[in-house]
């Protein structure tokens, strides 16, 4: 599973590539990249709440932790089922409600914010600000002083635990006003109930618990057990409370996951093993809350499963095993679909060819300046290339690929006073100028940003792979690849995949995790986009440690949408929320909104775009695709209703259509308008093109798998399949489907049967 190939690559051109004639300048094969901003840019954040060893490897931003190294003031942290604020009083957790908040809109939010917390502190002790001490897959230390803590506390995503060390003395417990103790078995436990909610407090043997006022518990702790874990429990009964004092003594020291790729099977396992150090009594393991899209569908759970939490995320369900495993059907995707044979609509798709190549330039960056617009433009470029190629028009082809290659070499070469590319060491990233998005000031979106860039330049690679050596513009997306997805643990160049959250199974986009609700993520399928770009990247490269991850993030992240964005299998959204799906994913909540405006058709048309070929797992509930196209009419409604038009009042109209073809080719084809508006990282020529093919090969099949990394199944109404599979490498390959096809792939090219 380890990833060394790219980290070994990105490190030698961090520490050993030489300085060009700009001092501020490294080569990478043609490229370069800057060492530091220019005079007027503004440079990354710094991430000074980490402790020195800590402060040795790559800052970890986008993650649920995130705002802990990087805020000054003590934010929430989202540990499902947990809610966790550490400041400088100690550390507060709670277990988070339901709140149901209207909205301008005229539909809800769901909130589970943190309130009531109960907190812990040592006795007598001034508290320094807490700072990150260690950190694995989805548990972190947090230490109150840098370098001797006064306390340490161990939390985790799936945890219903805050395990603390005290270095000395006793422990303090403030509760809200209201709390009362409850009855417990065991002379260790001091159970209280809140509003309903069972909370409990596990100290060493001999402990004495002192109430000394209605709100405020001392734990008396004996010398040498300097050890108190504090849990929020699902129900109050004498059997979960049994069950939490059997692993309550077993302090997490790390979790990780594994995953591996069966190619025969098209099967992607991933591996969670959680270990942990018994602090007294027998060993135990710890206990572990899986979220819905690890239990659900997972026939290795059964008869493991215990009692379960209400949580945003849906239900959180127990189990006693410090290990578990996933299994996900990797369905695949081409670089691009076949050309058309000859039909009523050739000559259309001609004439919108020839449109779209001559705006092709404009269209490469229409809009913003920075490198989000910019990769978003070239990807653009890259399907209307596609297009234009397996329509057979070469010449079109070529010129456009001409075109890439300029504004490639424009960004990458360094040279650009305006346009680069910056490695800052101190933190361990790469950023890019001129800012967009607080991609810099933040940190926010490098996958969303880099992603189209690996996207489009694997594209090219597949027309020129001698131009996209490493030794020539390669080395430049191997520096991309590795801000988003090294996979080395602990390393000083880069975070270990620095956006994905292991344990939740998705993105984060933002760099900090400001606000009060934890990080969050928008943009969906533009984390998707990402990680069809690092799987593209690695079969023509033939780095298959690449593609295993690329696989591993491209098939969890899509459970994990199906799951909290689109909630497919009806777990997660409560009866109060209105809408169909949610389009951002807070730690803390989920709200039908974007960052931008509040008009209904971007708001969901955000976690659709870019449609491409590896786009076909949005049409994988044909019965909720059409629900949700089936929205935008009153939503529409609602909204001029409030007094507002959007601008087009049909914006975006290209996505949907592409959307509803999924479901249905020929709804989808009728609603396409050909003059109507465009979402700007699409063309008309590529929409016609991708209508179309859906139209002759019907929708995507998901139950036929292939033996390889690159290929596509559809299925028409009348039964008939449409078999495609990509040969990346330089050898002929045999490729055969789960339901006996066979085809014969040679190198470099598409097959379709």
Known sequence: MAFSRIVCITCLALAGAAPSAHAQLEKVGAGAYS?????ADRAVPAAPYRTEAMRQRAAPSNQWYSALVYSAKPEVLFAHPLTILPSTAGIEFALPSK???PTERRDVEIHYPHQDGLLLSPVGQVLERPVLAQASDWAIDIAWGAKAPAMTATVAHGSPFVSLRIAQGDVRLQVP?????????????????????????????????EQRSGTEWIGHLPAGKGYVAAAALPDASAATQALFLRHA???????????????????????YAATAQTMEGPAATPLLGLLPHQWHNNPSLQGTLGPSYASLRGPIKLITEGRFQTQRTYNGFVPYW???????????????????????????????????????????ITKLMDVAEQQGDMQARDQLLQLLKGRVEQWFSGDNGK????????????????EEYFGVEQMNDHHFHYGYWIRAMADIALRDPQWAAKERWGGMVELLIADIATTERGAAAFPFIRNFDHYEGHSWASGIGLGPFGNNQESSSEAINAWAGLILWAEITGNKALRDVGIYLYTNEIEAINTYWFDLHR????????????????????????????????????????????STYLGRDPAFVKRSMATLKPDTEIYAARGKVAKPIDIWQDLFAKTLALADPQAGLAQWDRWGSFELGDT?????????????????????TANITLYSVFKRPDGKKTYLAFNATKQPITVRFSDGVVLQVAPGRLARQ
């Open 419 to 434: 346009t680069y590319f910056h490695y800052d060491k101190a933190q361990g990233t790469v950023v890019s100028y001129p």
């Open 99 to 101: 709140t149901v908040v």
């Open 177 to 209: 006003p209201g709390a009362t103790r409850s009855a417990a078995s065991d002379a260790r436990v001091l159970a209280l109930d809140f509003k309903g909610k069972a909370y409990a407090l596990f100290g060493p043997t001999g402990v004495q618990w």
């Open 249 to 271: 003594y077993a302090f997490l020291t790390d979790t990780r996951v594994d995953w591996a790729f069966d190619e025969a099977r098209s099967i992607l396992t991933s591996t």
């Open 35 to 39: 060492l530091a901003p220019k005079a």
């Open 684 to 704: 008309r020529s590529h929409t016609l093109h991708w209508l179309l093919s859906l139209q002759a090969m019907g929708t995507p099949d998901f139950e036929t």
């Open 338 to 380: 076949p050309g058309l044979d000859e039909q009523p609509r050739s000559a259309e798709l001609r004439e919108l060819l020839k449109a779209d190549q001559r705006n092709a330039r404009r269209m490469m960056l229409e809009n913003g300046t920075g490198p989000y617009w910019q990769g978003k433009g070239l990807q653009r």
């Open 571 to 614: 777990q997660v959204f409560p009866p109060e929320y209105q809408n169909v799906e949610t389009s951002m994913v807070f730690g803390g909540k989920y709200a039908h909104n974007t960052w931008w405006i509040d008009e209904p058709r971007q708001i969901k048309g955000i976690n659709l775009l870019p449609i491409t070929s590896a």
